[in-house]
């Protein structure tokens, strides 16, 4: 199911641009204003449950951070589990890491070994606010094949066209952008 145009409209008017954020030449996608924007988050989130529930998915798997308050209320809605994947260090078990390069720096991403060993051949939708350079998302898609699921597809709010980051991804899973900033 797509967004409409007018609910598309919503979303957009509801994120707020931060220049040079957190340096200079970076325009931040600032969604804390979505997020205390009763209307703008609750058309997100009845889209994203609209959309996905006929994808017959099994977890949630949200990116540090923010990635984790789109994909926890989603993963309620639809009734499934929620898989965080964190920044180094964070998570108290046993992990699979990967390392990758940010839009700002480099970073490594983690998830537990046995996050998705609740059912068999779990179906996995990745979920996070925005895709940029996208190498946080494909470390991502990379753990939870490496932790034995199949990522059916990769979500964003926003998604930076001006990058190759959906165009790489897609190598890897379906991606969906709901806002894309060209
Ligand atoms: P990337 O790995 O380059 O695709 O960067 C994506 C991650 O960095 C996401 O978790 C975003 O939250 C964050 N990020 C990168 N660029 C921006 C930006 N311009 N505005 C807001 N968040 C960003």
């Known amino acids: 199911m797509e967004l409409s145009n007018a609910e598309r409209k919503i979303i957009e008017n509801s994120i707020r641009d931060i220049k040079d954020f957190p340096k200079a030449g970076i325009v931040f996608k600032d969604i804390t204003t979505l ?8 058309v997100l989130m009845n889209h994203l449950y609209q959309r996905y529930k006929e ?3 099994d977890y949630i798997a949200g990116i540090d951070a923010r990635g984790f308050i789109f994909g926890a209320a989603l993963a309620q809605m639809l ?10 260090g964070k998570l108290p078990y046993t992990t699979i890491s990967e390392k990758y390069t940010l ?42 094949n490496q932790a034995g699921a199949q990522c059916v597809e990769a979500c964003f709010i926003i998604g930076l066209t001006f990058l190759d980051g959906i165009k790489n991804l897609k190598e890897k899973t379906d991606v969906y952008s709901l806002v894309e900033v060209n």
Do not use: C, W
């Open 35 to 42: 997020l205390n924007d009763k209307e703008a988050y609750g």
């Open 55 to 57: 994808y017959n998915l």
């Open 79 to 88: 009734s499934i589990g929620f898989v965080p994947i964190r920044k180094h």
């Open 103 to 144: 839009e700002y720096g480099v970073d490594e991403v983690e998830v537990h070994i046995d996050a998705f060993s609740g059912v068999q051949n779990p179906r996995v939708l990745m979920i996070d606010d925005l895709i940029a350079t996208g190498g946080t998302a494909n470390a991502a898609a990379s753990l939870i």
